[in-house]
């Protein structure tokens, strides 16, 4: 999401187009170009909650297990459009030609771990191994490593430092670090300023109050909705199987995401 000055976050567009990215070298902002961001990480992370909560302001209560979901949004800026591509991954290796396609087009990656699972941030370590090993610019690519399921005090498996020890050993790389929990929408914007803020444009920081003011403008009014004017959902799901219901709780509604940056070349 590469992104200068103002963002209009009322008026999200869909189109049925998904042309292939341009190369990340080419990455600037620019009105004809189409970006693409893949959330990658481990089954039952909540990649796909926190995909429902950045655009619809929700939370997923129902599981469902994903193949691969694209989102697109497009975000006006300076009165020039961007169009984003939000592609919403597999959790297992049951399809490792979608992933590998994913991490070859990806103009930026979330990796989702949960918080209270060990094995999800070994798989974070594999995801990361897999992209430098696909994409010989990997050093300069956007990466932003998300520990979720923040809410779940008591069954925490992974802290700060368990992230910390595994970057230094993968290595230089392009990235940011934040915990949050896909419950509160404020933690999940945490995870796309973090992103914006990677792409080291002087606006950046111009960009992050005001998004921030009108995702709380938003969330004040309860309007935010992804539905079009014909009733039907922007997001065009490309395939979805179904598995058991899955419902979170939280004592308190709200939790703090803590971030930081690490390694930044």
């Known amino acids: 999401m590469y992104i200068q000055h ?11 187009n998904s042309p292939k990215p341009k190369p990340i070298s080419m990455i600037m902002v620019d009105q004809d170009t189409r970006y693409r961001l893949v959330l990658l990480g481990a089954s039952r992370t909540g990649k796909s909650s926190i995909v429902h909560m950045f655009l ?5 209560e129902t599981y469902k297990e994903t193949v691969e979901d694209l989102h697109y949004r497009e975000f006006i800026v ?9 592609l919403d ?8 030609a979608m992933r590998r396609l994913s991490i070859a087009t990806s103009h930026a990656f979330i990796l989702v771990y949960s918080v209270d699972s060990i094995e999800s941030l070994n798989e974070i ?12 610019n990997y050093a300069e690519i956007p990466i932003v490593i998300v520990g979720n399921k923040t809410d779940r005090t008591g069954v925490r498996e992974v802290d700060e430092q368990h992230v910390r020890t595994m970057l230094n050993e993968l290595g230089p790389l392009h990235c940011g670090f934040v915990e949050c929990t896909a419950l509160d929408r404020a933690s999940i914007i945490d995870i ?3 992103l914006l803020s990677l792409v080291q444009l002087s606006a950046a920081r111009q960009l992050s109050p005001i998004l921030t003011r009108k995702i709380s403008e938003r969330l004040k009014k309860n309007e935010f909705d992804d539905k079009s004017e014909t009733g039907f959902s922007r997001s065009r799901s490309l395939i979805r199987r ?4 899955k419902k979170a709780t939280s004592s308190n509604g709200k939790h703090p995401s803590k971030t930081l940056d690490c390694l930044i070349s």
Do not use: H, Y
């Open 6 to 16: 103002d963002v209009n976050l009322d008026s999200p567009t869909a189109s049925a």
């Open 89 to 96: 991954t597999a959790g297992n290796m049951e399809f490792p």
């Open 125 to 136: 370590r594999c995801i990361i191994e897999q992209i430098k090993e696909q994409r010989t």
């Open 192 to 194: 796309f300023l973090k």
């Open 56 to 60: 619809n302001g929700k939370f997923l």
């Open 242 to 245: 179904t598995s058991v219901k």
């Open 78 to 86: 300076d009165d020039k459009t961007i169009k984003v591509d939000i």
